[in-house]
């Protein structure tokens, strides 16, 4: 998984916008600091209390997600196919009326002969058996099936989870870079007022101030997207939450790689082809117990007249041998081999793909782990304190105001870095889950 990329904050027509405000309106930093930020989107957030943790999006996910509610139905319609297949040959009852409606002697109904008679067949070859077998293997691959999809559901909701969470970090970045435009707006008017720093200070102060407003805006705008992405992942239209509970920068401790590739060959995503062995195992069975010589058999009675009118009756039996059935069937047990051979290959082809993807995520995962750490403990602290030299020494006019707000800027930058790396680091440790089979609610 690639690191998060970060989001342009302001667009060209932005900036067309900003130009045309500070030409026909007359800004006031005081009148900014008091004014709030407020949409429709807005507005709604503050229309809910509840936190949601991921613990119960997760279950909200597994009780309603309509993805996972199809296994539902395809479970019922298995078992009823392993019911029907447990039947045993059904009874035929057999009516036969001969000699009637003909010619001379068979005139009428005088030398009419009728029979009635049961007949079925013989399974050989234990066939209702082998299909029992099956049905049983195509059950529990479909469980297996059941799984992998929630696995796959569970691993999405838990990534809009984390970028839900970062967005909520973003958001608080936004306000704090909002707050800080404001005080550098009436900090560098009284430098211009006083006479010691040029009116286009100004101007740049205010431009970024209503910049630093628009990306709020923005950044909620993006929050309410996500939140309603995840509310959507449970089948609702609106989210019934304010905010998510947890923090980005609580990150579970790893295993050793040789332990989670351990975990992988023992996952859902192995077992499938493990399961589809076994199907075509039974399908073989079953191919091999249909090549056995079914029995058709038939007891019934016989009545007719005889030459002196009396009703004469007696019994009849028949049996039936298909022919040269075993040597018809030799063509679907081979296909059934062929494909067995094919899924052998397909599975050491899905295990090496599943090493090459664990592989990755776990060294991105360490490369972000890294990058979060040396951002967090080093490069942030040091800007912070950076800015507050540069801030102090720009009011005793010894730095230009490029270089303050250029300080700020790279502050920033490194701190919307620190949010990308935690939750990149928290995405790739959900992809490792997900491939492990260890991603629970």
């Not at 720093?197 to 209503?210: E, T, V």
């Not at 993006?222 to 939140?227: D, E, G, I, S």
């Not at 075993?326 to 793909?353: F, G, H, P, W, Y």
Request: charged share 15%.
């Amino acid at each position: 998984m690639k690191n998060i990329i970060l989001r342009p904050i302001l667009p060209a027509l932005t900036l067309v916008i900003v130009n045309i405000t500070l030409l026909n309106m007359s800004y006031s930093s005081s009148a900014l600091a008091d004014a709030p930020i407020v949409t429709d989107a807005t507005k709604s957030l503050h229309s809910h209390s509840q936190a949601l943790t991921l613990e119960a999006a997760l279950e909200r996910t597994l009780k309603h997600n309509p993805a996972l509610s199809r296994f539902k139905f395809r479970n019922q319609y298995l078992q009823a196919q392993k019911t029907q297949g447990q039947l045993r040959p059904a009874l035929a009852l057999d009516i036969a009326l001969e000699n009637v409606a003909g010619t001379q002697q068979y005139q009428g109904f005088d030398s009419a002969e009728l029979t009635m008679a049961l007949s079925s067949v013989i399974e050989r070859g234990g066939q209702r058996r082998a299909r029992g077998a099956l049905s049983d293997t195509y059950l529990s691959q479909s469980q297996l099936h059941q799984q992998l999809k929630s696995l796959d559901v569970l691993a999405n909701v838990t990534r809009l989870y984390i970028d839900t969470l970062a967005a909520q970090e973003r958001v608080a970045l936004a306000k704090r870079s909002l707050l800080f435009a404001q005080k550098n707006d009436a900090t560098v008017r009284q430098r211009v007022d006083a006479g010691a720093a040029p009116s286009a200070d100004a101007s740049r102060a205010q431009s970024s101030a209503l910049q630093a407003q628009l990306t709020v805006q923005a950044e909620r705008q993006h929050l309410n997207t996500l939140k309603m992405a995840l509310a959507a992942q449970w089948g609702s239209y609106k989210p019934d939450f304010n905010k998510l509970t947890g923090s980005l920068y609580q990150q579970p401790s790893a295993q050793a790689f040789e332990a989670l590739f351990e975990h992988v060959k023992k996952s859902p995503n192995v077992q499938i082809y493990t399961a589809q062995a076994r199907v075509n195992s039974a399908q073989l069975r079953l191919a091999e117990a249909e090549s056995a010589t079914n029995i058709g058999w038939s007891v019934g009675v016989k009545q007719w007249q005889d030459a002196s009118s009396h009703n004469s009756q007696a019994l009849t039996a028949s049996v039936s041998l298909p022919l040269f059935s075993a040597k018809r069937n030799k063509a679907s047990i081979a296909m059934i081999k062929a494909n067995q051979a094919q899924d052998t290959v397909l599975q050491e082809q899905a295990l090496l793909n599943f090493y090459n993807q664990l592989y990755r995520a776990y060294n991105n995962r360490q490369q972000a782990l890294l990058t979060l750490k040396t951002l967090r403990d080093h490069i942030i602290p040091l800007l912070k304190q950076a800015r507050q030299q540069t801030q102090q020494a720009y009011q005793k006019g010894r730095y230009s105001y490029l270089e303050y707000i250029s300080s700020n800027t790279e502050l920033i930058a490194a701190e919307r870095a620190q949010i990308d790396s935690a939750a990149a680091a928290l995405k790739y440790n959900t992809q490792i889950e997900q491939l492990t089979g260890q991603l629970q609610p």
